[in-house]
């Protein structure tokens, strides 16, 4: 066996470890506590307990799959990023795309009086709806910030990160006024959403983001062994062949696209498509066929274990999921920034 291979497979062996130990964490704690057994017995129809099985079926599986969905869009989605921009620093909600997405979701939410955080899952066409808006907002805020970085035909990194901050406070501030404008109970909802919330998951919301997630994710895999060239300087890729331009503008789509399928569904979590790809580099090596599946696993198991924390550790209130991720990304994103000087 190759070692890089047999690096990858002993990572990925201690990533589903991570992540079945987050599942477990999750499902058997919340308002009661229900034992490994029960939980056993209720998924594969043994428990006749109508309690457990409401609470695991209606409230939390759906909580963990959501959970793990967004985590694994992000986590892709910044290592599509990273690789285009060549900028270990680049995520999708420092860059702004995130909120770009917000904003238009925001939106959806003021002209169609939706409240997100508290649907039940049987308005199907707007949920439907809310990848597409965000899809729109995303697209442009991606468009914005290429648009002012590049200098003289190049992506200049520093011009990338100040105009990712520009678009995000600039669409930030659209989210917060379209907000203010909204009715009593539409502006709770839509507070509640932006802080990155997932605790009113349903199966609704999986249906809608999880074609999203598998076609694009799909996509970008394929794409994996380009961006491993974008290592290289733009002139040698282009020496090789490849239509450098036509590749960041659809892996940028794609991207895209990830990020918008999730912020619909949980608002804005930031940093996991900081963190999952420097720490799965660490765990795999640069190849981003072994990064990519790397990062997913640690974004998905992230973001279950930060849900786990947002609802048990000031129980019976909740943090949203959002600022528990924040609470944890934002030294991590300091360590990166003192590494990089």
């Known amino acids: 066996m190759h070692?890089?291979?047999?690096r990858f497979l002993v990572a990925i062996f201690g990533l589903i470890v991570f992540l079945i130990l987050?599942?477990?964490?999750?499902?058997?704690?919340?308002?009661?506590?229900?034992?490994?057994?029960?939980?056993?017995?209720?998924?594969?129809?043994?428990e006749t307990n109508e309690t457990f099985r409401l609470v695991i079926f209606d409230f939390r599986l759906p909580r963990?799959?959501?959970?793990?969905?967004?985590?694994?869009?992000?986590?892709?989605?910044?290592?599509?990023l990273q690789g285009i921009t060549k900028n270990g620093l680049a995520d999708p909600g420092i860059l702004g795309i995130n909120s770009g997405a917000g904003a238009a979701v925001v939106i959806f939410m003021y002209f169609f009086?939706?409240?997100?955080?508290?649907?039940?899952?049987?308005?199907?066409?707007?949920?439907?709806?809310?990848?597409?808006?965000?899809?729109?907002?995303?697209?442009?805020?991606?468009?914005?910030?290429?648009?002012?970085?590049?200098?003289?035909?190049?992506?200049?990194?520093?011009?990338?990160?100040?105009?990712?901050?520009?678009?995000?406070?600039?669409?930030?501030?659209?989210?917060?006024?379209?907000?203010?404008?909204?009715?009593?109970?539409?502006?709770?909802?839509a507070a509640i959403w932006q802080a990155g919330s997932i605790y009113n998951a349903n199966w609704t919301f999986i249906i809608a983001m999880l074609p999203w997630i598998i076609i694009l994710g799909f996509y970008i895999y394929r794409k994996a062994y380009i961006l491993d060239y974008f290592l290289l300087e733009e002139n040698e890729i282009i020496s090789l062949g490849i239509p450098l331009e036509r590749e960041k503008n659809l892996l940028l789509l794609a991207s895209v696209g990830l990020v918008s399928a999730s912020v619909s569904?949980?608002?804005?979590?930031?940093?996991?498509?900081?963190?999952?790809?420097?720490?799965?580099?660490?765990?795999?090596?640069?190849?981003?066929?072994?990064?990519?599946?790397?990062?997913?696993?640690?974004g998905a198991g992230l973001l279950i274990f930060s849900d786990f924390l947002a609802k048990t550790v000031f129980a019976p209130s909740e943090l949203a999921v959002g600022i528990v991720v924040s609470i944890i990304g934002i030294p991590y994103f300091l360590y990166l920034l003192i590494k990089e000087k």
């Open 265 to 298: 569904v949980s608002g804005n979590i930031g940093f996991i498509g900081l963190m999952a790809p420097h720490i799965a580099r660490q765990l795999v090596g640069i190849s981003n066929r072994f990064v990519m599946p790397a990062s997913a696993f640690i």
């Open 3 to 6: 070692k890089p291979v047999g």
């Open 22 to 46: 987050s599942f477990y964490l999750h499902i058997t704690n919340g308002m009661f506590d229900i034992s490994f057994s029960e939980v056993f017995k209720t998924l594969f129809g043994f």
């Open 64 to 80: 963990i799959v959501i959970a793990s969905l967004i985590g694994v869009a992000l986590a892709i989605s910044g290592v599509v």
């Open 113 to 189: 009086q939706f409240q997100a955080v508290r649907t039940d899952g049987s308005d199907i066409v707007n949920i439907l709806m809310m990848p597409v808006f965000g899809f729109v907002g995303g697209t442009l805020a991606a468009l914005l910030i290429f648009t002012f970085s590049y200098k003289n035909g190049y992506l200049d990194v520093q011009r990338l990160i100040l105009t990712g901050i520009a678009i995000n406070s600039g669409f930030g501030a659209i989210s917060l006024y379209i907000s203010l404008k909204m009715n009593e109970k539409d502006f709770e909802s």
